[in-house]
């Protein structure tokens, strides 16, 4: 079965530096897609990123970008330039085709002025 | 892109009683899916609800505890049924457009809290 491991509970940042957020999963599955979602406080569950294991060109989407080692099943999001405003939870997921979401356990961001 | 309407955004019932959540999308989608987020803890998978047919329960869940109505192609309902304290949680909902590689769309939420 599927999983997806963050092993980084919590993290914190100051406003303005970077800091990566790691994941890793298990599958035996060639194609794939990986995302991040943020979840504020708000309990919205927004989309940050997502990566398509078939690329092997890193997504990126404006301050935020992933190393994707699929060798080594990794997926790491990268904050460059932290805001305030991306204090959340951070959940990795895995998808198999149009199979179900799979979540991990979450990241917690903490950002300090 | 999919908006979603989750009714209601909290809630505080007595233990025994039933609340039913409802999730509506601004457009016409084949599968929806309701998740439980138990305190401090990841998203779990409840069940999908296809229209037309019978929902599809993860391990754990049964139909018996978490009804779900899923009338048409915007609309579906989550019934949480004699509640205890240990259903407290946030329940969502979420849709997934039929493209492999979109971004799944959530709903707002509905923080559940029984005494």
């Known amino acids: 079965a599927q999983t997806v491991t963050q092993s980084q509970p919590e993290m914190s940042v100051q406003e303005a530096e970077t800091v990566t957020l790691s994941c890793t999963y298990d599958?035996?599955?060639?194609?794939?897609?990986l995302f991040w979602y943020k979840q504020p406080p708000s309990r919205q569950m927004i989309l940050v990123i997502r990566?398509?294991?078939?690329?092997?060109q890193n997504a990126t989407e404006n301050r935020f970008s992933v190393n994707f080692q699929k060798a080594a099943k990794s997926f790491s999001l990268k904050i460059s330039d932290s805001q305030l405003g991306d204090a959340a939870m951070y959940f990795c997921?895995?998808?198999?085709?149009?199979?179900?979401?799979?979540f991990g356990t979450g990241t917690r961001l903490q950002v300090f002025p | 892109s999919a908006v979603i309407s989750q009714k209601p955004s909290r809630d505080i019932c007595q233990r025994g009683t039933s609340l039913t959540i409802q999730c509506q999308v601004d457009s016409q989608v084949t599968m929806m899916f309701w998740y439980r987020q138990q305190p401090g803890q990841s998203l779990t998978l409840i069940a999908t609800?296809?229209?037309?047919?019978?929902?599809?329960?993860e391990s754990g869940f049964v139909i018996d505890k978490f009804p779900i109505s899923r009338p048409n192609l915007t609309f579906s309902t989550l019934t949480v049924s004699n509640m205890s304290p240990e259903d407290s949680s946030i329940y969502l909902c979420?849709?997934?457009?039929?493209?492999?590689?979109?971004?799944?769309?959530f709903g707002q939420g509905t923080r559940l809290t029984v005494v």
């Open positions: 990566q398509e294991a078939y690329k092997q």
């Open positions: 599958t035996s599955e060639s194609d794939y897609y």
């Open positions: 979420s849709v997934e457009p039929p493209a492999r590689n979109t971004e799944a769309f």
């Open positions: 609800a296809n229209q037309g047919s019978e929902a599809t329960y």
């Open positions: 997921a895995y998808r198999r085709n149009t199979d179900k979401l799979i």
